[in-house]
C-alpha cells in the first residue's frame, strides 16, 4: 500500500507545482491564455492592421452563432472562478491581487455579460462576414479584429487607436456595414473573453493551491453574529444591497444566521446577490476582528446552504411578522432590521 500512496502524493505536489508526471513545465489550454502580444505604437497598430486584413479569409457560407456559446462559456469559467476565490476568502486564504480584483467587481462583470447579451440578437452575428481559417475559423471578422486590437494594446483600447486600427484594415479591405456596427459589442465580448482567461489562470493557481494545502478541513457556524458583529454585518448586508439596487424590506440577525426580506430587480439573480453577500461580509469580518480570524482560519465564515422563497403563496405582510417575531431582538432605531443582543 505504500508505493501507491506515495505515487498519489507526489501526483498531487507535481500537479500543484503545475507540472506532468515526467515534471515537465504543465502548459494551459490556449483558451485559457490573456491576450497578450507585443505591445504596438499607434503606426505599428496601423500596419499589423493592413497585414491582418491580407491575411484574413472569409468563408461564403452562413453558419450558426458561436459568439453567443462563447459568451456563455465565459459566463461560466467567471462565476467557477468567483465561487472558488470567494470560498478560499471565506476560508482566512491569501487571496492574490487579480482575484480581490474579480471578488470587488464581479456585479460590473455581471452587467457587461448582460449587456452583451442583449445587444447581440441570435440572427445578427450570423449575417455578419465569418473566417474560413486560422484559430478563429467560424466565428466573425469582425470579432478577430477586436481580439487582435486587445492583444497588441494590452486591453487599453481608446478612440485613437481602435479609429487608426479599423481605418488602416479598411485601406486594404472594406469592411460591411454591419461588421463597422457590430464594432463597440465585439469589443465588449472581446474584453470578457480577455478577463475568462485571466479568471481561469485565477482558478488554476487557486485549485494548485488547495492541492498543496489538503487537509480535510470541515465547514462549521458558530453563534458569533452577537453585537457588534450583527451590527456590522447589517451595514454590510445595506451597502451591497444599495449597490444592486436590491430593496431591504426587512431583517433580523440572528446568532447564527440572518433572515431577510428583499425585493429583488429583475437583472439580479438570488444566487448572485447571496455570493455577494457571504463574499464581502465573510472578507470585511475576518479582516476587521482579530478574534473571529484566528476562530474561522482556514474555514467557512458561513456554511454552503441557504433558503430562497418567494412571496407568491404567503403575503409580504405574513413574512414580515415572522421576521419581527424571531428571537428577542435588540429596540433601537433600525426597526426594520433588527440585531438580537
Known sequence: MTLPIVSWIRAALLRAAGRDRNGNPHQPPADSIPLRAELFS?????????????????????????????????EQVLVQTYDLVTAAEARGLRVAPAGEWLLDNYYLV??????????????????LPRLSTGPLAGFPRVYDIALELIAHVDGRVDAENLGGFVAAYQSVTPLTLGELWAVPIMLRLALIENLRRVAAGIARRRTHQDLAKQGGRSTFIASVLTNPV???????????????????????????????????????????????????????????????????????????????????????????????????MERDQDADFKVEP
Open 110 to 127: 455581471e452587467q457587461q455579460i448582460r449587456m452583451a447579451k442583449l445587444h447581440l440578437p441570435r440572427t445578427y452575428s450570423r449575417e
Open 230 to 328: 450583527g451590527k456590522r454585518v447589517r451595514d454590510l448586508l445595506r451597502l451591497i444591497c444599495t449597490s444592486l439596487e436590491v430593496e431591504i424590506k426587512q431583517g433580523h440577525i440572528s446568532r447564527d444566521h440572518i433572515h431577510m426580506l428583499v425585493s429583488v430587480p429583475p437583472y439580479v439573480s438570488v444566487s448572485k446577490l447571496v455570493q455577494r453577500m457571504k463574499g464581502l461580509t465573510s472578507r470585511r469580518l475576518l479582516q476587521e476582528n482579530r478574534g473571529l480570524n484566528k476562530m474561522f482560519w482556514g474555514r467557512h465564515l458561513w456554511a454552503r446552504g441557504y433558503f430562497v422563497a418567494s412571496t407568491g403563496n404567503v403575503t409580504e405582510e405574513v413574512i414580515g411578522r415572522y421576521i419581527a417575531e424571531q428571537g428577542n
Open 42 to 74: 499607434g503606426e505599428q497598430l496601423q500596419r499589423y492592421a493592413r497585414t491582418l486584413a491580407d491575411q484574413h479569409r472569409l468563408d461564403p457560407r452562413r453558419g450558426r452563432n458561436r459568439l453567443l456559446a462563447r459568451l456563455a462559456e465565459n
